[in-house]
């Protein structure tokens, strides 16, 4: 896959990010009704949550107009989407709903996946 290739799916993957961030950061309550429901209420923890995706969305979006940033930033953009994956296994139980529980750990899994393919093919591009 050339290197060129991979700046769409990085930037939709950015933008995703920013904009799952911002909701959590600016609306923790129906992000966690909707999305992070796993117990009681945590506002502090979503907004840490909305600060962290907003950051490696803006890491992705900056790859996209800086290549030599771009296999860095997959790299740990795949490392935290697959920490992340791991804790929403491990408190698959808690789910509010586990219908919503297991889609959310099969598009993080998908995600990490991409993302760690997108690193793997930025770096043999490079």
Known sequence: MKRDALMLPIGVFGAVYVLIGAWAALDSGTFSDLVADFGPDNDHLVHDFGAASVAIGAGLLAGVRIPRWRTPVLAVA???NGLHLISHVVDLDDAGSLV??????ILLGVATALLALFA???RSAA
Not at 100 to 105: K, L, P
């Open 100 to 105: 919503v529980g297991v889609i959310e750990v």
């Open 120 to 122: 793997h093919f930025s």
């Open 78 to 80: 795949s490392v935290w």
